[in-house]
């Protein structure tokens, strides 16, 4: 059995991970060791569809240390006139990059990668089934409590019937090796972001419309991409989606109304204006985008599938027939599993969670920062609340609420508050940043920020209670 030792022992390379480390590099001395299954570093996006991007522009992903992208905007397609989304391909690439010249760049980060943790300071080879034991003189790093499921590799939850033919998005891209087999109809199961990349995938590389079927168990409400824009140049659209939405927020009675009032300010869009959304996962997209799925009209809302049979699917709550010869396309996974919060800094232990919704990238950079520069636990746990998942509308309450307590925090700490705002991947913070004492106009932005902020703040509670 090899020996070695480390102040801090990482567990996952992906993206939470990355971020952890590039932070506490810079906060600290402490040698760090990481240990992931993947062959090369990134997460899950080792393992996603071919056409996957970012659904919030590449500003706001990565580590702190090094830009994800140029910086562009994107001057045709589905995202023109907005910041760059970084394909899948430009991630994992990025990662790799980060990994080799900025991670073990510093001499202070070792990594192991294809390899399994087992749990007591052990690792094991996958290749070569020799295991590790670790000396940790700080703690140990959980990056995989919050890790996302991807269609590759999840299993369905659903029986499926000798014959149908079923694939996960990943191999769509690959329907050329089998012109002969060109599938009669498409039929896509779930109603996620992955979902809603399949549809658009299908549409945009040539799929008529009327042979696409979507099973979608619930509708979602999503973030108008226009209102989550980095730079000085989109401060309207992104301060001012903020101020909407803590005004909406302190207004409104109940939480309906505050989607509702957020769709008409812009902030929130929905595919179908006659369905009500039950589903908020923080999915963004462009109104383009919004254009292309309202061009499916075959959408099948009985709820989840339990089985594909060859001659259609059966629903919690009905039967849909589907044209012979149809090809399944999985994507039901979940992308974040819904897991109850747990403290972040522990003796021994930090588990990676969201301290900003929906900023993973954002809130590991921020855990490592405060694990470098405080020395207490249990003052981190107090500049490091932990947010809920978004799953349903009223948890945008909640993870709303949870964001203003840490900003609140934040701001009451000088050094931390001036970190985050020189931050690359706090975008917002520069924006309202670059506003100068003459430009009344924005002025009078900010200022209703700070007005509505608190009213929300204080409306929240009783929105809760209500829902």
Same mark, same amino acid.
């Given at each position: 059995?090899?020996?070695?030792e480390t102040d801090y022992l990482v567990?996952?390379?992906?993206?939470?991970?990355?971020?952890?480390?590039?932070?506490?590099?810079?906060?600290?001395?402490?040698?760090?060791?990481?240990?992931?299954?993947?062959?090369?570093?990134?997460?899950?996006?080792?393992?996603?569809?071919?056409?996957?991007?970012?659904?919030?522009?590449?500003?706001?992903?990565?580590?702190?240390?090094?830009?994800?992208?140029?910086?562009?905007?994107?001057?045709?397609?589905?995202?023109?006139?907005?910041?760059?989304?970084?394909?899948?391909?430009?991630?994992?690439?990025?990662?790799?990059?980060?990994?080799?010249?900025?991670?073990?760049?510093?001499?202070?980060?070792?990594?192991?990668?294809?390899?399994?943790?087992?749990?007591?300071?052990?690792?094991?080879?996958?290749?070569?089934?020799?295991?590790?034991?670790?000396?940790?003189?700080?703690?140990?790093?959980?990056?995989?409590?919050?890790?996302?499921?991807?269609?590759?590799?999840?299993?369905?939850?659903?029986?499926?019937?000798?014959?149908? &033919?079923?694939?996960?998005?990943?191999?769509?891209?690959?329907?050329?090796?089998?012109?002969?087999?060109?599938?009669?109809?498409?039929?896509?199961?779930?109603?996620?972001?992955?979902?809603?990349?399949t549809l658009i995938w299908l549409i945009?590389?040539?799929?008529?419309?009327?042979?696409?079927?979507?099973?979608?168990? %619930?509708?979602?409400?999503?973030?108008?991409?226009?209102?989550?824009?980095?730079?000085?140049?989109?401060?309207?659209?992104?301060?001012?989606?903020?101020?909407?939405?803590?005004?909406?927020?302190?207004?409104?009675?109940?939480?309906?109304?505050?989607?509702?009032?957020?769709?008409?300010?812009?902030?929130?869009?929905?595919?179908?204006?006659?369905?009500?959304?039950?589903?908020?996962?923080?999915?963004?997209?462009?109104?383009?985008?919004?254009?292309?799925?309202?061009?499916?009209?075959?959408?099948? %809302?009985?709820?989840?599938?339990?089985?594909?049979?060859?001659?259609?699917?059966?629903?919690?709550?009905?039967?849909?027939?589907?044209?012979?010869?149809?090809?399944?396309?999985?994507?039901?996974?979940?992308?974040?599993?819904?897991?109850?919060?747990?403290? @972040?800094?522990?003796?021994?232990?930090?588990?990676?969670?969201?301290?900003?919704?929906?900023?993973?990238?954002?809130?590991?950079?921020?855990?490592?920062?405060?694990?470098?520069?405080?020395?207490?636990?249990?003052?981190?746990?107090?500049?490091?609340?932990?947010?809920?998942?978004?799953?349903?509308?009223?948890?945008?309450? &909640?993870?709303?609420?949870?964001?203003?307590?840490?900003?609140?925090?934040?701001?009451?700490?000088?050094?931390?508050?001036?970190?985050?705002?020189?931050?690359?991947?706090?975008?917002?913070?520069?924006?309202?940043?670059?506003?100068?004492?003459?430009?009344?106009?924005?002025?009078?932005?900010?200022?209703?920020?700070?007005?509505?902020?608190?009213?929300?703040?204080?409306? @929240?509670?009783?929105?809760?209670?209500?829902?």
């Open positions: 059995m090899n020996r070695i567990i996952g390379a992906g993206a939470m991970s990355l971020a952890f480390v590039d932070s506490l590099l810079d906060a600290s001395d402490a040698h760090i060791t990481i240990v992931d299954r993947h062959g090369k570093p990134g997460g899950h996006w080792n393992d996603a569809y071919g056409f996957v991007s970012l659904h919030q522009p590449s500003a706001f992903y990565g580590v702190n240390s090094t830009p994800l992208g140029t910086g562009r905007i994107d001057d045709f397609g589905i995202n023109k006139g907005l910041h760059e989304l970084a394909s899948g391909p430009e991630v994992s690439g990025y990662f790799d990059r980060v990994m080799r010249q900025r991670l073990l760049g510093s001499g202070r980060v070792s990594y192991f990668p294809m390899s399994d943790y087992r749990g007591d300071r052990r690792f094991v080879s996958l290749l070569s089934g020799e295991e590790t034991e670790v000396q940790v003189a700080r703690k140990i790093v959980d990056a995989t409590y919050l890790s996302p499921s991807v269609p590759s590799t999840h299993t369905p939850r659903f029986a499926v019937a000798e014959g149908v &033919r079923m694939v996960p998005p990943n191999d769509l891209p690959l329907l050329w090796r089998t012109p002969d087999a060109r599938p009669e109809a498409f039929v896509v199961l779930g109603a996620g972001k992955t979902a809603m990349d945009t590389s040539g799929a008529a419309p009327e042979r696409i079927y979507w099973v979608a168990p %619930r509708d979602s409400w999503l973030l108008n991409r226009l209102r989550v824009q980095p730079g000085p140049d989109f401060f309207h659209e992104s301060i001012g989606g903020q101020v909407a939405q803590f005004k909406a927020l302190a207004e409104c009675a109940t939480l309906p109304d505050v989607f509702l009032q957020l769709e008409r300010d812009g902030v929130m869009l929905r595919i179908d204006p006659d369905v009500t959304p039950t589903m908020f996962h923080y999915a963004t997209m462009s109104t383009g985008e919004i254009e292309i799925l309202g061009k499916v009209r075959n959408v099948i %809302r009985l709820g989840r599938a339990l089985a594909i049979n060859p001659d259609g699917v059966a629903l919690e709550h009905g039967r849909a027939p589907m044209p012979e010869g149809a090809l399944y396309i999985d994507c039901t996974a979940s992308a974040l599993t819904a897991r109850p919060p747990v403290p @972040i800094f522990e003796p021994g232990r930090i588990t990676l969670q969201m301290v900003r919704m929906p900023q993973p990238a954002f809130s590991a950079a921020v855990i490592g920062h405060i694990e470098g520069t405080y020395a207490d636990d249990d003052r981190k746990n107090q500049l490091c609340i932990p947010s809920p998942l978004a799953d349903t509308p009223d948890l945008f309450a &909640r993870c709303t609420l949870a964001n203003m307590m840490n900003q609140m925090s934040w701001s009451r700490e000088p050094a931390l508050n001036a970190w985050i705002r020189g931050c690359r991947l706090d975008g917002f913070g520069k924006v309202a940043g670059s506003v100068g004492p003459d430009d009344t106009d924005k002025l009078a932005v900010l200022q209703q920020l700070r007005t509505y902020a608190p009213a929300a703040f204080a409306n @929240i509670p009783n929105l809760l209670i209500e829902a």
